[in-house]
């Protein structure tokens, strides 16, 4: 649902923007500065890619993420402007989040009695170009890309096996970024409204599988991060 409504927002800023009429507009010099800062709060949902490994797919064994929660972000915006239309924005912060991740058999039945619970709490550090259209009224659409280099607090450098977790992430990754926005302008600040992907560049499951329960790791090849954000920068 969650990704649904980031969708959604992406394909519907052009509509809105278009049927806007002229207003007048808020006087301000956000666009004017060279430098500028905000803060940033948004919310997020944490997904893997996961491949399965030969030994899984020749037992027919499904592997997949569920329960996706909820997760927060929370950002300090840096904006250096060095033209009219592009914004150079970095945007150290942190987020916390987690995926459960289900095994099952051949019969449909789950491993175990509960799934993979992985929590993460990134320390994030996105560098991003930003290409910004023309103002239509208080309202300015955009899009954005970048690199997101990220390190998980939360990765263990043990198995949890009091908690039956019997899966271990690599604390640091690389993610590449897309995504779109809309600037609004309001009389005392401007408040952006930001929808965005982000995908892992590396393989990030740990291929030492614990002694007792190793089919958990050998039924994956490779998993990589996904994460989608929606944010509201403040700036």
Do not use: C
Not at 78 to 100: A, C, E, H, K, M
Request: glycine share 6%.
């Amino acid at each position: 649902m969650f990704r649904r409504s980031i969708i959604v927002l992406l394909l519907l800023t052009p509509v809105l923007l278009s049927a806007q009429k002229a207003k007048p507009k808020n006087d301000s010099n956000y666009d004017e500065r060279m430098l500028h800062f905000g803060f940033s709060m948004g919310l997020n949902t944490m997904d893997f890619n996961i491949k399965l490994s030969d030994e899984a797919i020749a037992n027919k064994t499904t592997v997949e993420t569920v329960s996706l929660k909820p997760g927060i972000n929370i950002q300090i915006v840096t904006d250096f402007r060095p033209s009219t239309y592009l914004d150079i924005r970095f945007l150290p912060g942190v987020s916390f989040g987690q995926r459960n991740v289900s095994f099952y058999d051949s019969t449909g039945t789950a491993w175990g009695e509960e799934p993979q619970k992985i929590e993460s709490s990134f320390l994030e550090f996105p560098l991003s170009l930003k290409y910004k259209g023309m103002r239509l009224n208080n309202s300015r659409p955009y899009i954005i890309g970048g690199l997101n280099f990220r390190y998980d607090l939360a990765g263990k450098k043990e198995y949890d096996k009091d908690q039956g977790i019997y899966m271990r992430l690599n604390r640091a990754d690389l993610y590449y970024e897309v995504g779109a926005g809309i600037d609004i302008y309001l009389p005392y600040f401007k408040l952006t409204i930001e929808a965005k992907m982000s995908n892992g560049l590396r393989d990030i499951l740990v291929h030492e599988p614990y002694t007792e329960n190793p089919q958990y790791v050998n039924a994956i090849e490779s998993m990589r991060s996904q994460i989608w954000v929606l944010s509201f920068h403040f700036e």
